[in-house]
């Protein structure tokens, strides 16, 4: 029986010309280029699948993604401490796995994560975006009342559903408990305007959503009220601007201490399993109710 390691990588890349993070035919993607070049660097065929702590979307960066892999103790024990220098020379330079190391026992890098940041960029400028920024900062060509932002924004902190503000996606749960939604500006830059957005999860689109609400309170097309009184609507509303995805950066990953990290991932699994049945159990009563005389349509 061979012997099998859990290794936890440190990831960052520009998102600029890749299609998201998850493997798709024929197409670049983090996920596709990372697990080529570590099963060049491994010998290992197929390529070690890796498990990501949050998927991000074609377009959108990351300082600090965090993966795991499962490999034989053989392959990586002939390369031990030298994975990163080795990957560097394999991977483009759009992508660098900045660490690699044995994962803490229970450890699962979606499932153990307590919270996901993001921050977007935003230049208020109206002449426009310092140009070599112009890969990871929005230009708005509006002046932007940050005080109203954030005014806004605590309204929406906490668990809600937040179906109003995601891409719906079969059998899957819209309740998130946001953490953190906060704007300030940046000390060096009084044009750049930087929103921190924090949660246990997110789900499809979410962050942007969040944002391009939050845009237009800003320069004044919608009063303070409305983005929460589109979450409480819990559908999607056409008002609401999807934010374009170079603004956007993962910034960090939140785990809990190492002797925590498989009870967390059990709890996650649970609530997410339950969401999910949940979802489905509707689902099926939605449609049954459509059948019948006077079922909704």
């Known amino acids: 029986m061979t012997a099998l390691v859990r290794l936890r990588l440190d990831i960052g890349y520009d998102g600029t010309d890749f299609a998201g993070w998850a493997r798709q035919p024929n197409q670049r993607t983090v996920q596709g280029v990372i697990e080529d070049a570590l099963a060049r660097m491994l010998r290992l065929d197929p390529p070690p699948m890796l498990t990501v702590a949050g998927r991000t979307d074609a377009g959108v960066h990351a300082r600090a993604q965090v ?6 103790v053989a392959a990586y024990s002939a390369i031990n401490g030298t994975m990163p220098r080795r990957l560097a020379g394999l991977l483009p330079p759009d992508v ?12 699962d890098a979606r499932f153990s994560a307590l919270a996901r940041r993001y921050v977007y960029r935003v230049c208020d400028n109206p002449v426009g975006v310092e140009p070599l920024r112009r890969h990871d900062v929005l230009w708005h060509p509006r002046p ?10 605590r309204l929406l902190v906490g668990e809600n559903d937040f179906a109003a503000y995601c ?17 300030a500006r940046d000390d060096r830059d009084p044009h750049l305007a ?21 845009l237009m309170v ?14 409480a609507a819990r559908v999607r509303d056409s008002g609401v601007n999807v ?33 999910a049945a949940a979802a489905a159990a509707e689902h099926a009563a939605n449609a049954a109710g459509a059948e019948q005389p006077g079922g909704a349509s």
């Open 67 to 72: 993966a795991h892999l499962v490999v034989p």
């Open 96 to 107: 660098r796995v900045w660490r690699v190391s044995v994962a803490p026992e229970g450890f």
């Open 144 to 153: 932007l009342n940050l005080n109203r932002m954030n005014e806004a924004a």
């Open 167 to 183: 891409r719906k996606r079969e059998g899957a749960t819209t309740i998130r408990e946001l953490l953190r939604y906060e704007w």
């Open 194 to 214: 930087l929103a921190t957005v924090e949660a246990d999860a997110f789900c499809h689109s979410m962050v942007r959503a969040l944002v391009g609400a939050m």
């Open 218 to 231: 800003g320069d004044g097309r919608r009063e303070v009220e409305w983005p929460a009184q589109v979450l």
């Open 243 to 275: 934010a374009p995805a170079h603004g956007l950066s993962l910034e960090e990953i939140r785990y809990p201490d190492d002797d925590s990290l498989a009870k967390r991932a059990q709890e996650t699994r649970r609530v997410r399993t339950l969401n």
